[in-house]
Each structure stands twice: as C-alpha cells, then as structure tokens.
C-alpha cells in the first residue's frame, strides 16, 4: 500500500489521471474512484452511471458523481463495453467514501485494447509518479 498525505493507493492497481482506478480481474477490469478524489470530493450523496452494454473510451464519461460542494464526471480509465455496474453504490453513493477500493467500486468494463492502454497508467507501485501527479492535482484543484 503507497500512502501519500493520509490518502492510499494500493500498490495492484492501475491509477487513471482523471481520479479512477482500475484492477485486472481475468482479463475485465473492475474501475472506481480513487480515494484522493472522494476525500477531495467530501461526502458522495449520488452517482449516475451509463447502462451495462454501453461502450465507453478511456478519457470519455462513464458516469457522473455528485458530493455536497461538488458535481463531476467520472472518467472510463479503458475503453471497452460496461458488463457490471455496482448496483448497490448507486443505492449508496457513500459506499465510496467507506471502502472506495473495496465495496465502493463503480464499473466492470470488457477492455478493448487493454494492453495498450495500460501504458497510459499510473502503476501503484509507481510511488514517484504517482506523488509527482497528486502534487499537481492539488495544485489544480487548491486542496
């Protein structure tokens, strides 16, 4: 596990520039909000998610996520066809706050081009590049 300032990221999964992880699991890839961007976000009261069987990019939206100082969307870190969507976080958007690597999880996407597209990760083992990319997402965001 990297802890960096209070916030962890565990050292198996892959880290998206705009906030979600994502976790190998027999060739599909289980996606969700990381836990800088729930802590930043404060309480999540709603989130809205496209269908299962809907085609998503990576960069593109692949739902949106709504705290009480805060609206935005959450971003498909691989391309593929949503096959599971967390049911039970859209009954309880909190879910993410608890145990966002856990049961707080969004997303089950059938890759595309995987492979390819994991260069374009943050490993979690990768500790320098994932605090070079925290540091700037504070910035940005004056948190």
Known sequence: MVRIDGNEFPE????????MWARIEDGRVRVGYNDWAQSAAGKLLKINTRRVGSMVQEGKTLGTIESGKWVGPLKAPVTGKIVEINEEVLK????????????????????TDLENELKNLIKGSDRATLESWLRREKEIHKV
Do not use: T
Request: charged share 30%.
């Open 12 to 19: 198996d999964l892959f880290y998206h520039r705009e906030h």
């Open 92 to 111: 309880k958007p909190s879910l993410i706050n608890e145990d966002p690597y856990g049961r707080g999880w969004v997303a089950v996407i059938e890759p």
